[in-house]
């Protein structure tokens, strides 16, 4: 007993000072969310999520969405835009969803419990799929600026919006772009099993096939991997004119190095994840040649694409990967849709958001009934002397 | 035909790699009776290391085919120092431990190799720069190339040496016997401590070497990359038996091909139900048959209980 007894008089402190301290923890948080406050009850405090893999061999262009989305919340700062009579003040919360589904999950049940104001985000279809319906359920807007598997925005999710053409027009433009500018008869196929990769991968099987090309092989790798010397003989003995693959540049790069080293000559078609300055890194000599496709004007042709090419070069002191401009559009639009409405509240700022028609920086933003943005066009690009040069841009129709 | 050699040419490249990998697994193993986790991630360092010094030699103009030779030169030494200090800091203390406490740690150390790694060498994929001449050769109807060939005859060569070593030389006594039982090995004179030091570092001057070797051939590098690397090179050590030096050689070369001819057959064996990214499970499928009917690996003897 006597062992008991003395302890007594210690826990009941252990406790009183555990209440002490949680009650300071409330009152910190509290002030959070509301609107602060340096500069009297004149500002109001945005906060939006950015989720993109800042981690694993994605990481280049998480990093650069990042980039993009912090740029414009620099310059939104900057411009002292009014929501509701009150100065806005953005923030933006970088959440690293490692390219992986349930980290993506686990990262957007974060972003709702933290009561974001909206979603910047997520760069992958993979993970932005399953995030939808957390956000959709929390009713926080959500804006991809990368995700293109037609999925995400057919879920009936009026949450979900993307500044960027989908899977569907990318494909079908690809795959006419194969059959009748390059005019491949016979193609291999590869992708990624991840549900971009895949995703375009069926669709440009669709439309090349609807376009009289075989398909002579369906090959898989994963995002994952590096090693493509034996799916790529498997495509060797099928002697195809044209190798398409489905998926990300750190997958691309190495493989169109490792055709080269297999002494296979057809060229291969990328979609937008290969895209990149990185593939060049990665292919070596290997890239010349090779054909990608990118959603979007080039950014010479955006009305102020070359100054922001500069002014993100001064910033970060690195090269536009890929969907910088349009991670900078997202948060622009959702700012935009605030501004008209002057509130920060979902309920009042989404029907301003699906019937926004605002200039952007890659492209005049409107949104169709599912959120995908109108007149999307598709850029083709081949690999010459180490970049990507523009050589023509296709649709431009709306996007339905 | 010349598809199939081809594959089997793309198994050799691989599981040469994965042999030299799963040497240091099975060194290790046979000796102290710990799996080090923490050998993929010295292969990272080993290939993220050369990376570094051939981006510095590649301004000084020398050949090519030199400056990857310095690279490895500068590499082998950094993972030795690499591997030492893992089996002082990490293992050494808890030699007299509980199995599960080396393993935690061996886990730990693996963890924050590769955090420490992408602290000092950032998240992004290295790229090996057009050193070594990538025009390949045809062969019986195949390609392959001059740095593959490379892989596979210094694979072998680094084999050779390293069962000379542990079969004819003193050093290689003293680490049989260490395997054999360590106290009486103290007891015949022989400084277990030295040999046991020894064998981490040898283990990781072939992890370097393996480590070189995957950048090159794949081009690239990455801080994540010795995860997976480790994790095929530790089946491949139990493939062939762990603990046994012909063991982990068979199994990684069997290994190698199994994968390349999973990848390249699998589509066609199954009519298109599995897909050829099923390689890997079709590996670990062979792993498990091959534990179920023979448990001590393909040429692993019966383990005769420690004292």
């Given amino acids: 007993m006597t062992l008991i007894t003395p302890s007594r008089p210690l826990s009941a402190l252990v406790a009183l000072s555990a209440c002490l301290l949680a009650a300071c923890g409330p009152k910190e948080e509290a002030a959070v969310p509301a609107a602060t406050a340096d500069a009297g009850e004149a500002t109001i405090t945005i906060r939006l999520g950015h989720v993109a893999p800042l981690t694993g061999p994605q990481a280049h262009l998480g990093k650069d969405n990042e980039n993009g989305a912090r740029l414009a919340i620099d310059d939104l700062n900057a411009e002292k835009i009014l929501i509701g009579g009150k100065v806005a003040k953005f923030e933006l919360l970088g959440e690293d969803d490692q390219a992986d589904p349930r980290q993506g999950t686990t990262v957007a049940q974060k972003l709702a419990d933290a009561r974001v104001h909206a979603v910047i985000g997520h760069l992958n279809s993979g993970t932005t799929i399953p995030a939808s319906r957390i956000y959709h359920d929390a009713g926080i807007v959500q804006v991809s600026p990368s995700a293109t598997n037609p999925t995400y925005t057919r879920q009936g999710y009026k949450t979900a919006f993307r500044v960027f053409a989908d899977d569907v027009q990318q494909g079908s433009v690809l795959g006419s772009f194969a059959t009748s500018k390059l005019g491949a008869k016979k193609i291999a196929i590869i992708d990624d099993r991840t549900a971009y990769g895949q995703g375009l991968a069926d669709e440009f099987e669709k439309a090349a096939k609807a376009a009289g090309a075989e398909v002579v092989t369906r090959e898989y790798t994963t995002d994952k991997e590096t090693d493509f010397a034996a799916i790529l003989t498997k495509v060797k003995s099928t002697k195809p004119d044209l190798v398409f693959y489905g998926g990300m540049d750190t997958q691309a790069g190495p493989m169109a190095r490792q055709l080269k080293t297999l002494g296979i000559s057809a060229p291969m078609l990328f979609g937008d994840g290969a895209c990149t300055v990185e593939f060049h890194k990665l292919a070596g000599e290997g890239a010349e040649g090779h054909y990608c496709s990118l959603p979007g004007v080039p950014l010479d042709q955006m009305a102020g694409g070359t100054a922001f090419r500069d002014r993100y070069k001064a910033k970060y002191n690195t090269d536009i990967q890929l969907y910088a401009p349009y991670a900078y559009d997202a948060v622009r639009v959702v700012a935009e849709a605030m501004k008209q409405v002057g509130s920060t509240e979902t309920a009042k700022f989404l029907p301003a958001l699906a019937a926004l028609n605002y200039p952007g920086l890659s492209a005049q933003i409107q949104f169709d009934e599912k959120g995908d943005i109108k007149d999307g066009a598709v850029t083709l690009y081949q690999a010459k002397g180490g970049a990507w040069s523009a050589l023509e841009t296709m649709g431009g129709k709306p996007n339905n | ?307």
Wanted: net charge positive.
């Fill in chain 2, 1 to 307: 035909m010349d598809i199939f050699i081809q594959q089997i040419i793309n198994g050799l490249v691989l599981g040469s790699i994965y042999a030299l990998v799963a040497l240091g697994y099975t060194m290790v193993y046979g000796i102290l009776g710990l799996i080090n986790f923490a050998h993929g991630e010295v292969v990272m360092i080993g290939a993220l290391t050369a990376l570094t010094a051939i981006g510095l030699l590649v301004p000084s103009g020398l050949p090519g085919p030199v400056v990857v030779l310095g690279g490895l030169l500068i590499a082998i030494p950094v993972c030795m120092t690499v591997g030492f200090t893992i089996e002082r800091i990490a293992y050494r203390p808890l030699r007299n431990a509980p199995r599960l406490a080396p393993l935690i740690t061996a886990i730990g150390v693996s963890i924050v190799l590769q955090q420490l790694a992408m602290i000092g060498w950032g998240r992004n994929y290295h790229t090996f720069p057009p050193l070594l001449p990538a025009a390949p050769h045809q062969f019986l109807g195949a390609a392959i190339t001059d740095l593959q060939i490379i892989i596979i005859a210094t694979a072998a060569a680094l084999m050779a040496a390293l069962v000379w070593l542990v079969t004819r030389t003193r050093l290689g006594r003293a680490m049989r016997a260490t395997a054999e039982n360590p106290a009486v090995a103290r007891l015949m004179g022989v400084d277990v401590d030295r040999v046991i030091s020894f064998t981490f570092v040898l283990g990781s001057a072939l992890a370097a070497v393996a480590g070189v070797m995957v950048a090159a051939n794949y081009s690239i590098a990455h801080y994540a990359m010795g995860f997976m690397l480790g994790l095929k090179a530790f089946t491949a050590a139990v493939l062939g038996g762990i603990g046994n030096l012909g063991g982990a050689m068979l199994g990684g070369l069997l290994l190698g091909i199994i994968e390349s001819l999973a990848a390249g057959y699998i589509g066609d064996l199954t009519g298109g139900f599995l897909g050829s990214h099923y390689k890997d499970v079709f590996a670990f499928f062979v792993l498990i048959l091959v534990l179920v009917f023979r448990p001590s690996g393909l040429m692993g003897e019966k383990v005769a209980e420690r004292a």
